[in-house]
């Protein structure tokens, strides 16, 4: 069975930092395009950034650029997004996406598979 599990979320003052976590279980991602993507209730997703596990470039949303960070280990099968000078702006459900035919890997497109969500909550 197919999982992809977020971890890492809470809640934090703004300025301040977390680090999310998605951990493919059940799959092999290693030639997958994986991104996070961030919604909140009445808005629509946006995707924050995005790597092909293979290696290559990253993707980042403007709104995150200079802040955030996406990162793969590829050996864990896991994802990561370090999540720096955090703003409100940045409160949400965050997920983490794979898909193997999402190219060039940005945000875009449609994707196959979902986590189901850590909340980040800046305040």
């Known amino acids: 069975d197919v999982q992809l599990v977020e971890s890492g979320g809470g809640s934090v003052q703004a300025g301040g930092s977390l680090r999310l976590s998605c951990a493919v279980s059940?799959?092999?991602?290693?030639?997958?395009?994986m991104g996070w993507f961030r919604q909140t209730p009445g808005k629509e997703r946006e995707g924050v950034a995005a790597?092909?596990?293979?290696?290559?470039?990253?993707y980042y949303a403007d709104s995150v650029k200079g802040r955030f960070t996406i990162s793969r280990d590829n050996a864990k099968s896991t994802l990561n997004l370090q999540m720096n000078s955090l703003k409100p702006e940045d409160t949400a459900i965050y997920y983490c996406?794979?898909?193997?035919?999402?190219?060039?890997?940005?945000?875009?497109?449609?994707?196959?598979?979902w986590g189901q969500g850590t909340q980040v909550t800046v305040s």
């Open positions: 996406a794979t898909d193997a035919s999402i190219y060039p890997c940005t945000v875009d497109g449609i994707w196959s598979r």
């Open positions: 059940g799959y092999s991602a290693g030639r997958n395009c």
């Open positions: 790597v092909h596990m293979g290696g290559g470039s990253t």
